[in-house]
T-cell receptor, first 114, second 113 residues
Framework: KAGVTQTPRYLIKTRGQQVTLSCSPI?????VSWYQQTPGQGLQFLFE???????NKGNFPGRFSGRQFSNSRSEMNVSTLELGDSALYLC?????????????FGPGTRLLVL | QKEVEQNSGPLSVPEGAIASLNCTYS??????FFWYRQYSGKSPELIMS????GDKEDGRFTAQLNKASQYVSLLIRDSQPSDSATYLC?????????????FGIGTKLQVIP
């Protein structure tokens, strides 16, 4: 099975712009979670989607949003970018998102905001 | 208090020694516990999962869980330079029947040849 894929792998944006990141889960996986990773804060949970519905959300401002399509692919959008949004954005997929399930991570999208 | 706490390290151990990585968590109802390894510039990959009190062994890795003390650890026996990475403790809380995973900051392990 192919693993989780994320596009693009690298992005450079300027403050005030918006960005859309894409994640394709492992075939058959219906749960997709998004995380932000920075050196100071570590991995922080953004949100989780299942069957095109957001089920859980972390403590991020409304500038961070996401969606999931019928084929389980997911996108996240960050509007009005700030310097502090520079981070590695990881998505992870699992079968159903049950608490005991393993999540499989994609390679990440590294975002640099100038 | 952070939900999942780890010492960021670095933890340095000589090759062949036992590396002991520790993690505490704050939510008593946490159900699932995971250890991920993350090499520099790469994404996290699962090493071990543990759900019940006690020890779980897989090759050179042993995970230990003590729910009463809200403590989970990872032991790496016969440490190798290839084990040098950041180890992330993750705790999965049942949030409305679905998972919400909280990660620790990660402990950087350095195995010295």
């Amino acid at each position: 099975k192919a693993g989780v894929t994320q596009t693009p792998r690298y992005l450079i944006k300027t403050r005030g712009q918006q960005v859309t990141l894409s994640c394709s889960p492992i075939s058959g996986h219906r749960s997709v979670s998004w995380y932000q990773q920075t050196p100071g804060q570590g991995l922080q949970f953004l949100f989780e989607y299942f069957s095109e519905t957001q089920r859980n959300k972390g403590n991020f401002p409304g500038r961070f949003s996401g969606r999931q399509f019928s084929n389980s692919r997911s996108e996240m959008n960050v509007s009005t970018l700030e310097l502090g949004d520079s981070a590695l954005y990881l998505c992870a997929s699992s079968n159903s998102g049950a608490p005991q399930e393993t999540q499989y991570f994609g390679p990440g999208t590294r975002l640099l905001v100038l | 208090q952070k939900e999942v706490e780890q010492n960021s390290g670095p933890l340095s151990v000589p090759e062949g020694a036992i590396a002991s990585l520790n993690c505490t968590y704050s939510d008593r109802v946490s159900q699932s516990f995971f250890w991920y390894r993350q090499y520099s510039g790469k994404s996290p990959e699962l090493i071990m999962s543990i759900y019940s009190n006690g020890d779980k062994e897989d090759g050179r890795f042993t995970a230990q869980l003590n729910k009463a003390s809200q403590y989970v650890s990872l032991l790496i026996r016969d440490s190798q330079p290839s084990d040098s990475a950041t180890y992330l403790c993750a705790v999965n809380v049942n949030s409305g029947g679905y998972q919400k995973v909280t990660f620790g900051i990660g402990t950087k392990l350095q195995v010295i040849p």
